[in-house]
């Protein structure tokens, strides 16, 4: 498990704006619940980055921006059967689902590729016009866009696809508007984009889109990707993410403190979000993270040994707890909870070289325990 002490995002500027109401009135409402399903797509023949960049892209925002427990998104691929299949010529896929037992997506993507093995599939072609008319969100990435294309589904929108596919999409649905040079286009329910990594900079606004700019800044920076966003579509993402409560946009605001680095603010907005539930081991993780930080390592101890009750938080939290105890030049307790952690299940040998545990590692009991990080 990667130790997360005290790394914090840059924060972006704070400024609030609102989704257009032409965008959000051709959207899908969203179903209950704070996690949304995201359904890819897969087929013989698919385009590797046609689907393995939305897949990084929906994956990693789903850690970006948590409520509680919960992930943003469930990523998962659906084909017309389980069996393996190849992507690229080489590369060996096992999908997680079939249309049959495929649980209901909130976002469809469709990539690219070999899409002919679709098209000429009427039963699986239908199956996925039904679903991309019942999605909040339905994404084409490249090729993918002849899909709904076939199925009349484009039929006076602008939309756009791989510039080699420019023509033949426009012959397969001739009342649309089909754009050259145009990384991604948004419908409000439907967004296609240009061909293979143009998959991303489409995943990456739909995010901004449905959990606020912040965390696509944030995906975007986990995946070292240098994305610009739309300056045309920048005015229609939230900074904050709109599908979180109260509770949820008050941990966002003390992470933005964070990441500026303003220590005392950050920390005097995690003590109030856990004075006001004290069961909330993520702002006591925070807490941890920032007191440590801060150079306030007893706060950082105590604050971390409250999130290392929930199991989520329990590994970090108590890997924090040795980094606070060795940064105090408490040799004895570092160890002790270093090796809690290992007993929670920390893994990897980055731990070796900690600069947060140098003290510790002057001790010479810590070479056994390092004996199990390796």
């Given amino acids: 498990m990667k130790h997360l002490a005290v790394g914090w995002m840059l924060a972006v500027p704070l400024f609030l704006v609102v989704t257009p109401a032409s965008a959000a009135a051709e959207s899908q409402p969203r179903r209950a619940g704070y996690t949304r399903n995201v359904?890819?797509?897969?087929?013989?023949?698919?385009?590797?980055?046609?689907?393995?960049?939305?897949?990084?892209?929906?994956?990693a925002a789903a850690h970006q921006s948590m409520q509680g427990d919960a992930h943003a998104f469930r990523v998962y691929t659906v084909a017309k059967s389980r069996a393996p299949l190849t992507s690229q010529g080489f590369v060996k896929v096992t999908p997680d689902f079939t249309p049959e037992d495929a649980p209901v997506p909130d976002v469809l993507v469709i990539p690219g590729g070999d899409t002919g093995v679709v098209l000429e599939d009427a039963a699986y072609s239908k199956w996925l016009a039904k679903t991309a008319a019942g999605a909040e969100v339905a994404l084409t990435v490249c090729t993918g866009a002849l899909v709904l294309g076939k199925a009349g589904?484009?039929?006076?929108?602008?939309?756009?696809?791989?510039?080699?596919?420019?023509?033949?999409?426009?012959?397969?649905?001739?009342k649309a508007r089909v754009h050259r040079g145009r990384r991604f286009i948004d419908n409000g329910r439907i967004v296609t984009t240009a061909g293979v990594s143009a998959g991303i900079d489409g995943?990456?606004?739909?995010?901004?889109?449905?959990?606020?700019?912040?965390?696509?800044?944030?995906?975007?920076?986990?995946?070292?990707?240098?994305?610009?966003?739309?300056?045309?579509?920048?005015?229609?993402?939230?900074?904050?993410?709109?599908?979180?409560?109260?509770?949820?946009r008050a941990h966002q605001q003390a992470e933005i403190l964070g990441a500026e680095k303003n220590w005392a603010a950050a920390a005097k907005a995690y003590r109030e979000l856990a004075a006001s539930n004290a069961s909330d081991a993520t702002a006591w993780y925070r807490l941890g993270q920032v007191l440590l930080a801060s150079k306030d390592y007893d706060g950082a101890i105590e604050a971390s040994l409250r999130a290392a009750s929930a199991k989520s938080y329990q590994v970090n939290a108590l890997y924090n707890a040795?980094?606070?105890?060795?940064?105090?030049?408490?040799?004895?307790?570092?160890?002790?909870?270093?090796?809690?952690?290992?007993?929670?299940?920390?893994?990897?040998?980055?731990?070796?070289?900690?600069?947060?545990?140098?003290?510790?590692?002057?001790?010479?009991?810590?070479?056994?325990l390092a004996a199990r990080l390796r």
């Fill in 39 to 59: 359904a890819i797509v897969l087929y013989e023949g698919v385009e590797l980055l046609d689907f393995a960049g939305p897949g990084e892209v929906f994956a």
């Fill in 153 to 174: 589904m484009l039929d006076g929108l602008d939309v756009t696809t791989f510039n080699n596919a420019i023509d033949s999409l426009q012959r397969m649905a001739p």
């Fill in 203 to 248: 995943s990456l606004h739909v995010v901004a889109r449905l959990l606020g700019l912040r965390v696509a800044e944030q995906t975007a920076r986990y995946m070292e990707y240098r994305w610009t966003p739309e300056p045309h579509l920048v005015g229609g993402y939230t900074l904050l993410n709109p599908s979180l409560d109260d509770r949820g």
């Fill in 322 to 368: 040795a980094c606070g105890y060795s940064l105090k030049a408490d040799a004895g307790r570092a160890l002790e909870y270093l090796g809690k952690a290992i007993d929670a299940g920390l893994e990897g040998s980055w731990a070796l070289s900690d600069p947060h545990l140098e003290h510790a590692r002057k001790d010479p009991r810590f070479q056994k």
